[in-house]
């Protein structure tokens, strides 16, 4: 598989419920970070977490970072209609002391029903 | 808040035609990059830009491609000869510079070559 793969590929759930998404990487990495896409919308930034922590909380939504599993999962708690988008996890990676390129995997389409 | 902005929004060629691709990062912040993913795929890196030069490029990123600041606000993206797989939707972003720091990206420019 390739860096950042999302699991599920695909995510349909009622209002009220939470949504878990999990992301798998290869290579090690400095950072790991989750974006929303709207349908056809530019990228959101959500939360970054540093290879260093565990897990990262802002507002509804949890990140947990295993760097030995090399796997990070985002949970969005108490989902609302609002929250239907694609969520893609990124992996970033420093050189020599500056920010690389980021790695996206194919993302997760959640669908949040009313 | 500060953010990333790209023009045009949309934009539609003829095979073989120049486009340039315009994006303004945010003020402060000293790392560019393009991205871009053609529909339904994945976000795949271009590019990355620091101190006026290419830092790092993906081999999606040819001769065919060109990045410019042409001055201190404006980040663009050229292609010199447009081919249909040219189709997609090109994200600029940027990065404050410190080690770790969230990549911001601008809402994207639909690049749609007939």
């Known amino acids: 598989s390739q860096q950042g793969e999302e699991d599920p590929q695909a995510l349909s759930i009622q209002e009220g419920e939470n949504a878990t998404m999990n992301c798998s990487y290869k290579?090690?990495?400095?950072?790991l970070q989750w974006y929303r896409q709207n349908s056809g919308r530019g990228l959101v930034h959500l939360i970054l977490?540093?290879?260093?922590?565990r897990e990262k909380h802002s507002g509804r939504l949890r990140v947990t970072l295993d760097t030995s599993k090399k796997s990070s999962s985002l949970l969005i708690t108490a989902s609302r209609a609002a929250d239907t988008a694609s969520y893609f996890c990124?992996?970033?990676?420093?050189?020599?002391?500056?920010?690389?390129?980021?790695?996206f995997g194919k993302g997760t389409k959640l669908s949040v029903k009313p | 808040e500060p953010e990333v902005t790209q023009t045009p929004s949309h934009q539609v060629t003829q095979m073989g035609q120049e486009v340039i691709l315009r994006c303004v990062p945010i003020?402060?912040?000293?790392?560019f990059y393009w991205y871009r993913q053609i529909l339904g795929q994945k976000v795949e890196f271009l590019v990355s830009f620091y101190n006026n030069e290419i830092s790092e490029k993906s081999e999606i990123f040819d001769d065919q491609f060109s990045v410019e600041r042409p001055d201190g606000s404006n980040f663009t993206l050229k292609i010199r000869s447009t081919k249909l797989e040219d189709s997609a939707m090109y994200f600029c972003?940027?990065?404050?510079?410190?080690?770790?720091?969230?990549?911001?990206f601008g809402p994207g420019t639909r690049l749609l070559v007939l």
């Open positions: 977490i540093r290879s260093n922590e």
């Open positions: 990124a992996t970033g990676v420093i050189y020599g002391g500056s920010q690389g390129n980021l790695i």
């Open positions: 290579t090690s990495i400095n950072n």
């Open positions: 972003a940027s990065v404050r510079g410190r080690e770790g720091e969230t990549q911001y």
């Open positions: 003020s402060n912040h000293l790392y």
